[in-house]
C-alpha cells in the first residue's frame, strides 16, 4: 500500500480545475478511490448528474483515467459491459499471445462510447498497431492502405472494432495480407484463398459480418460494389451497450438489412421446412416487435439485446438450410449504394416492395403465407391478401422513417438504366427462379417509383 508521501507525489487522476462547488462530497469520494487503485489499470462511468457535467464540460476533461458517461440510471450496467468486454478479450486462445495484431476502426464513435478504451485495456502488453478510417460501405481503396500497413508491421491477426462496414473491410484485409496482387482481385473472383484470422467487437448491428463469411466492398473508382467471401472470424464480442448512443438513422437502417435479409431466404418456395420458416418467421415478430419499443427507449438492455441477436440470426447461415435463397433485392440495392451512396438498409427498404410486387405470382404462395403468420392477414380473396400484406410491409418500413421509392431519393430513369446495363453486361440472374436478370431489374426498380 502507498504511503501518503508516495500518495501526494501521485498525478491526480481527477484534475483540478473542475467545476465542482468547493468541498462537494463526489469530488472527494472519487479522489479517494482513485488514488487506493495503486497499479490497477480502471474505467469509470458516471450516471447523468453534476460529477459527469463538471468534470467533462467539452472540450475540457478532467479525468485522468478513462471515463464513460451515460444516461441516468444505467451506469451499472455501462460497467459490467465494460467488464464483459475485458473477459472476453482475454479469453485464453482467442488472440494468441505472439500475434502482432492490427486493429481496425471506422470512425470515432468508440473513442466516445468507451469500446476503444476497454479494448486498449484488454490487449495491454501486446504488438498491436492502429488503422482507422474505414468507412460505411467499405472501399477497396482504403482497405489497399491497410494492408500496406499491416505488411509494414507485420500483423497477422485482426481485430475489427465497429459495425458491418468495418468487418467487412478488415475481411478483405485479412485476405490481402495473403495475396500478392491487388485485393479488388479478390473481390472479383467471389472467393479469398487464405486469410489471416481475425476476430470482431461489434458496436452496430445489421449485416450479421459478425458471424458469417460474406463481405461485400465497394471501388470507388469505378462506383461498384460487389461481394466476396473468405473466413468466419474466431470470436465476436457483442455488447448491447454499444448501440445506446447509435443515431436513430443507423438503427433504423440496421432493422430493415435484417427484416431484409430474413426475407431473402424466407420469401422463395413453400414448403421447403417448417423449421427454417418459423426461425425465419420469430426474426421477423421479433423486429417487428421491439422496433418501436427502441423509438421509446434507446436504452432498455433487454430490447437492445434482442435486436442485436436478431440481426446476427438474420444472416449467420441458420435460417438458409435447405431452402432456395433470393438475393435479388440485395444486388439491387448495392448497386444504388455504389452509384449514389444510399445507405445499404436504405436502399433495401425502397427495393424489398418493388420486388416483391413484381415477382407477386412467382412468391404468391409464401406471400399468402407470410401475410398470415406475420401480419395477421387471412380474410379475403387471395389478391386481396397479397395486396394487404405488401401495403404492410411498406408500413413497417415507413414506421422506421425510411424511404419506400426511389423518387423520395431523388432516383430516376438514369439509374435505372445503368443498372440495367451493368445486370445485362455482367450475365447475372438472382433470384429464387435464377430469372432477375437485367429486365427483370428493371421492371423492379421501375415499380419502386
Known amino acids: 500500500m502507498a504511503n501518503i508521501k508516495q500518495l501526494s507525489a501521485r498525478p491526480d487522476d481527477l484534475a483540478p480545475g473542475h467545476r465542482l462547488c468547493g468541498g462537494c462530497g463526489a469530488s472527494m469520494a472519487v479522489r479517494q478511490v482513485l488514488m487506493g487503485r495503486n497499479d490497477y489499470d480502471v474505467v469509470c462511468c458516471s450516471a447523468t448528474g453534476c460529477l459527469e457535467v463538471s468534470t467533462s464540460i467539452y472540450p475540457d476533461n478532467a479525468w485522468g483515467v478513462p471515463f464513460i458517461h451515460n444516461a441516468f440510471a444505467n451506469a451499472g450496467a455501462t460497467i459490467s459491459g465494460v467488464e464483459a468486454a475485458y473477459k472476453g478479450l482475454q479469453r485464453a486462445g482467442k488472440i494468441p499471445a505472439d500475434k502482432k495484431i492490427m486493429i481496425t476502426f471506422g470512425g470515432g464513435s ?167 420458416d418459423r426461425w425465419a418467421e420469430g426474426i421477423l415478430h421479433t423486429v417487428i416487435e421491439i422496433a418501436p419499443k427502441i423509438w421509446e427507449n434507446q436504452h432498455d438492455y433487454a430490447v437492445m439485446s ?28 448495392h448497386e444504388l449504394t455504389a452509384l449514389h451512396g444510399l445507405t445499404h438498409g436504405a436502399t433495401l427498404a425502397i427495393v424489398i416492395n418493388g420486388t416483391l410486387r413484381v415477382l407477386r405470382e412467382q412468391k404468391r404462395g409464401k406471400l399468402l403465407q407470410y401475410g398470415e403468420r406475420i401480419w395477421g392477414i387471412a380474410d379475403g380473396s387471395e389478391e386481396e391478401r397479397i395486396d ?3 401495403e404492410a410491409t411498406k408500413k413497417f418500413f415507413r414506421s422506421l422513417g425510411l424511404s419506400t421509392r426511389l423518387s423520395e431519393e431523388g432516383i430516376g430513369e438514369t439509374t435505372i438504366a445503368e443498372i440495367e446495363r451493368r445486370f445485362n453486361a455482367s450475365g447475372v440472374k438472382y433470384g429464387e427462379a435464377q430469372n432477375v436478370d437485367g429486365a427483370a431489374a428493371r421492371r423492379i426498380l421501375e415499380a419502386c417509383m
Request: aromatic share 8%; charged share 20%.
Open 110 to 276: 468508440v473513442r466516445r462510447n468507451g469500446v476503444y478504451d476497454q479494448v486498449v485495456k484488454a490487449l495491454e502488453g501486446r504488438d498491436w498497431v492502429e488503422f482507422w478510417g474505414i468507412e460505411p460501405n467499405p472501399s477497396v481503396e482504403t482497405v489497399r492502405e491497410a494492408v500496406a500497413l499491416g505488411r509494414e508491421n507485420g500483423s497477422d491477426f485482426l481485430l475489427a472494432v465497429g459495425g458491418g462496414s468495418v468487418i467487412d473491410g478488415t475481411k478483405l484485409i485479412a485476405a490481402g495480407l495473403l495475396y500478392d496482387g491487388d485485393p479488388w482481385d479478390i473481390v472479383l473472383k467471389g472467393q479469398a484463398d487464405k486469410t489471416v484470422p481475425l476476430g470482431t467487437v461489434l458496436t452496430m448491428s445489421a449485416t450479421g459480418s459478425e458471424m458469417n463469411s460474406g463481405s461485400v466492398i465497394s471501388r470507388q473508382e469505378t462506383k461498384e460494389k460487389y461481394a466476396f467471401y473468405g473466413d468466419y472470424p474466431v470470436f465476436s464480442i457483442l455488447d448491447p451497450e454499444t448501440l445506446y448512443s447509435l443515431p436513430q438513422r443507423q438503427i433504423a437502417c440496421g432493422l430493415s438489412d435484417t427484416f431484409v435479409h430474413v426475407l431473402e431466404q424466407y420469401m422463395t418456395t413453400p414448403g421447403q421446412s417448417r423449421l427454417m
Open 306 to 333: 434482442e435486436y442485436m441477436l436478431g440481426a446476427t440470426l438474420a444472416l449467420n447461415d441458420m435460417i438458409r438450410m435447405g431452402v432456395t435463397q433470393d438475393w435479388a433485392t440485395h444486388m439491387i440495392g
Open 388 to 390: 394487404r400484406t405488401l
